[in-house]
């Protein structure tokens, strides 16, 4: 998908909203805001779980940050690495992924930084639909040993029983978080059994860029990539592009 095609999109979506046809209100989205004042805080939130962690879709990005203490200094633009898994794949194919791929990313040539991600589908019953918690693997994995604490007993009784489809709570822990199970009515839980399996569109939902893009912002980049490997800019130097860029969560929408 083209920066021209995500705009367009985008134009789209905000002609649905402004006629009542979005299914979410002005400043809601596909994805969840974690962190202190995004949706998933210290409260925490229930909601159901639509898939277990092996079914998760893991995507990988590129990004070089660093603490400041009144924020993050950024080295270049957050962007998804190209060489990710479109949807979700098996452990086996995933393994394919794990190391940078430099014929496939450009990025990946320019040795940039790049983290695996984690997309956790689940049924939000305030906006009657799917959503996704997208975060990096540090919480995944934080997330992933609560999953297995919550499921292993009830399992010794029930041995097919799963937590997905069931009510669970997520909250903001420490500097982390966390996943017990939650309380939600029966009729949530009823509604919440159509998006389980559904097409979740991570393709999408993961912003794959075009690589005359990720050429662009690379050759911005403060600090952290090789710019000799790159090759040159399509029309001019990176300041002459005013384009926009799409919209993706910002750090404060999700603290990875």
Known sequence: MSIRDILKKREEERDKASSGESEFPEGVTRYVRVGSYGEINKDGRNLVILAQPDDWYIYFVHENKEYTGKGYDHKFRKHTCLHSPHDKVGTEELQQYFRPGKDECISCKAGAQRKMFFMIPVYDPKYKTYRVIDIAEFHANNLIDDYDKAEKPAKKI????????????????????????????????????????????????ANFREESDIVKLLHEAKDGVKKSVLPPLEGGSATDSNEPEPWKPSDEELPF
């Open 158 to 205: 029930l041995p097919d029983y799963t937590l997905v489809g069931q009510a669970v709570h997520f909250k903001q822990a420490d500097k982390t978080y966390s996943l017990e199970t939650g309380d939600l009515p029966d009729e949530v839980i009823e509604e919440a059994k159509a998006f389980i399996g559904i097409d979740y569109k991570y393709e999408e939902l």
